[in-house]
């Protein structure tokens, strides 16, 4: 059993899905004389429990093996496939109770891949793609939101005060950078919007949209943009009040990082080779106008990038020698170091699932 499953994590992590749709596959009806027991079992053995499936299900019952592969399909592929089925299930109710959008979007999608009549599930799992749609939206839209009225309430800052000339230079070039700055914000808004909307996500694209209009209210190219943004919005997403809410977002796993950073902590935290502390001390340190800042944020990078490359390439040893744990293990810390690496979360994602899969394959009898 322990080769089994092994065969099945080996071919899953190289990208091979557990729950491939046989059409996809390549499973076509004019070769159904390759439907074989050997097949079906190899396509089982290798985790492709759906295929396998229907491998049996498309044999032709005039051949020898045909018995042996109903027998595979009822004590073994069946019953691994209904075990995942509900476990999956069950995970997404979970999910779905805790308010956990995403992690219900994901169980209800590979639970819809288990069964034989997908409908509901895909459904559910659409529905809390929704959900998460909505929450990151209303989230990103208030932050932005107040972001942007604290750049507008800047404009209006450096007004000389009485008993300074009203065309003082030094006021007057605060102004001026305080309007570049204000300018330049505008411009990455507009830009993130068309990306958002080049990507398929017009409710992110709405957010950077209307941050645009805020701060460039007259701007046409602005206005054609939003209603292409408008006309793209994903039936059941709403665009709240403009109205600042109560309700905040939970700071509760954020590292409590100080308001005021010296130099000298930021270097004891490099000395230390605690990268991400260090890199959150470093940000606080260059918002202050720190001198150096620059410099200590790109050598905790690079160290940072050095060191999650080291993790990631153990990982890849451990999980070769069939260490999955210690793979796991080297890959989540590949992910705190550099988190913005998609390689490191798509293989920390895959593993964490595999395990996951082999607990309940292992108890299925």
Known sequence: M??????LVMVLFSGCASLIDPKQAGMNPALSFLNSYESALNDFEKGRIMIARERVLAMDKTRDDYPAARKLLKTKID??????????????????????????????AQAAGLNTTPQALNAKRDEMELKMRQLRMD?????????????????????????????????????EHTQDFVEDHASLAYREAKRFLSKKLPELAYVEAESYLRLTPDSDRGARLMEDIRAELPKGIRISSNKRSSKRPSLSRRSVVPETVKREQVQE?????????????????????????????????????????????????????????????????????????????????????????????????
């Open 2 to 7: 322990r080769s089994l499953c092994w065969v």
């Open 79 to 108: 019953p691994a496939r209904l075990r995942l089925l509900g476990h999956y299930t069950t995970k997404a109710r979970v999910a779905e109770r805790a308010g956990e959008w995403s992690k219900a979007m994901t169980f209800y």
């Open 139 to 175: 989230t990103l839209l208030e932050q932005r939101r107040e972001e942007d009225a604290k750049l507008l309430a800047w404009l209006n800052a450096y007004e000389p005060p009485k008993g300074v000339d009203s065309r003082d230079e030094a006021f007057a070039r605060a102004r």
């Open 269 to 365: 935290l490099i000395r230390k080779g605690d990268w991400v502390k260090a890199k959150k001390y470093a940000l606080v340190y260059r918002r202050e106008g720190g001198k150096g800042a620059d410099l200590l944020l790109k050598q905790i990078q690079a160290s940072a990038e050095k060191e999650a490359a080291a993790h990631f390439s153990r990982g890849r040893v451990a999980f070769r020698q069939e260490q999955l744990q210690k793979a796991i293990g080297y890959w989540e810390k590949a992910v705190e170091l550099v988190p913005e690496n998609g390689e490191y979360v798509s293989a920390l994602q895959r593993a964490r699932q595999l395990q996951d899969q082999l607990r309940v394959l292992r108890e299925t009898k």
